[in-house]
């Protein structure tokens, strides 16, 4: 009996273990489906009180979202009515001169996953602050708007000047030959301040007036930089007081063409180009030239001494020079390869200004002599530039020719064979080197070779007459000696240096 007994309520115990069971799980099941199928729920749509760029996107998924957000948008784009100001000048902005280029989708990404990081009373916690304070967030419209920097870039072409420093002014001829300009400011626009105040505006529908921020811009370099780099850098003078005056006038016109030149940095400068053609329409008269060895006149006569004064006081200032020519005689002016021969056509003299700085150049012309100023930055501290020229051999020449004067072209100084009329000495040539010193407290500390040049011997001619004397006819005694060809020695090249000055 008892075992029935025990039997009965081992068995309702059990059962009411079951249904307890049974209830807990119906209740866990419920509560999970209900707890996590809102969780689910919530995260693919804002939570309630969210607002994105004053727009209420409570509840909605991404995709409804971003669709409102494009509407409204657009309806503000369509609204935008700026006006931009710059002392008296304005400019008027309206939303048709933009387009949307973005969408709000990224933005929406990270706005929807606000809040729902950690476990979940965390997230509740955060669910529950947002629906009583909401969620306030924007999205910056210049992610979204095309034709924002064009139209900024626009505006700012019409306001902004460079900056410029003062400009020397070189008179060369006026007793003060520098004088500079004063420096201009610049103007620039503050590009991304005036892009995030146009943001601003448009984000917040706020179309008053926006004064375009600028800055003004200061030139590079002060006068005072300008002014401490023009020092008279170098000086070379010749001598012409023996020339005709034609010859002098042809030297005066070419330098003319110099006289005044500022040469900027890197700037190449050609004498021929400068000068022109050397002809009477350019102002040029006939005087002596060396053309084939030979002194004959021709016009432009004297340029030379206009070119070769210009070059020696180029090297002496250290500039550089791309193109230079010797005679085939030695001028008298300037030491052995140290003359620039000039000619139309295939001789020119070419420099470029190898500075940093521009130079300046003057040029002085009285009735004795020519010089020729360089002013641009100073050398080195107290450095000077010279010249030195090696005589590496006299070049022998081969004495002279005797030739028949078959076409009587110099029949007003001879006739008859056996009368005799020297047209031309012959004239011994020589090699020679061409040195730059650098020179610092009297010593050279450097120098360099820049030029070797031949000047070829010329041989001298004899014109004879060519008429037979008639019967009983007889010459004087002719005054013109014969000249063979030359033999060189020690002498000779001592003479050579004697002649020119050379050490």
Wanted: hydrophobic share 30%; aromatic share 8%.
């Amino acid at each position: 009996m008892e075992d029935k007994n025990t039997k009965k309520k081992n068995k309702k115990s059990s059962l009411l273990w079951l249904l307890s069971v049974s209830a807990i799980a119906v209740c866990l099941l419920l509560f999970c489906q209900f707890y996590f199928g809102d969780v689910v729920n919530r995260e693919t749509t804002f939570y309630q009180n969210t607002y994105v760029n004053g727009v209420d996107v409570s509840g909605l998924t991404k995709e409804d979202a971003n669709n409102l957000l494009t509407t409204k948008f657009l309806e503000n784009k369509d609204k935008i009515n700026l006006t931009l100001t710059d002392g008296d000048k304005e400019w008027n902005i309206r939303g048709s001169d933009f387009e949307m280029v973005g969408n709000f989708e990224n933005s929406l990404d990270k706005i929807i996953t606000y809040g729902r990081e950690g476990n979940l009373f965390q997230k509740k916690k955060i669910e529950k602050q947002i629906r009583k304070d909401g969620l306030m967030l924007t999205v910056s419209y210049k992610d979204l708007l095309g034709g924002v920097n064009e139209k900024i870039n626009q505006i700012a072409d019409e306001i902004e000047s460079q900056a410029k420093s003062g400009q020397i002014q070189f008179n060369p001829d006026s007793d003060v030959m520098f004088s500079i300009t004063e420096n201009q400011t610049g103007i620039q626009v503050d590009r991304l301040k005036l892009e995030e105040k146009i943001n601003n505006a448009i984000e917040n529908n706020d179309f008053s007036v926006i004064e375009i921020p600028i800055e003004e811009i200061l030139p590079d370099r002060s006068l005072e930089d300008m002014l401490a780099d023009i020092v008279l850098r170098s000086s070379y003078s010749t001598n012409y007081s023996s020339s005709s005056q034609n010859r002098k006038d042809n030297i005066k016109l070419a330098l003319s063409k110099f006289n005044g030149m500022i040469v900027e940095p890197g700037e190449e400068v050609s004498f021929n180009q400068t000068t022109g053609s050397r002809n009477s329409e350019n102002g040029y008269k006939n005087a002596y030239i060396i053309l084939n060895g030979s002194y004959t006149s021709g016009v432009g006569g004297g340029v030379c001494q206009a070119s070769s004064t210009l070059y020696n006081a180029l090297i002496r200032a250290d500039i550089e020079i791309l193109q230079v020519n010797h005679h085939s005689l030695p001028p008298s002016y300037v030491p052995l390869s140290f003359d620039a021969m000039v000619s139309e056509g295939y001789a020119d003299l070419v420099f470029k200004n190898n500075l940093d700085t521009p130079i300046y150049i003057k040029c002085i012309c009285d009735d004795k002599t020519v010089t020729v100023e360089i002013y641009g930055q100073a050398l080195e501290d107290g450095m000077i530039i010279q010249t030195r020229t090696e005589l590496v051999k006299v070049l022998p020449h081969k004495g002279d020719t005797i030739i028949t004067d078959t076409k009587n072209e110099y029949a007003n100084q001879v006739l008859y064979k056996g009368e005799y009329y020297r047209l031309k000495y012959p004239q011994e040539g020589y090699e020679t080197k061409g040195y730059l010193q650098y020179i610092k407290d009297g010593e050279v500390v450097k120098e360099k070779e820049v030029r070797h040049d031949h000047y070829q011997p010329q041989g001298g001619i004899i014109v004879e007459g060519n008429n037979e004397l008639g019967e009983g006819m007889t010459l004087p005694a002719s005054n013109v000696k014969y000249i063979s060809a030359q033999k060189v020695n020690k002498k000779t090249y001592e003479n050579a240096k004697k002649k020119f000055g050379i050490d």
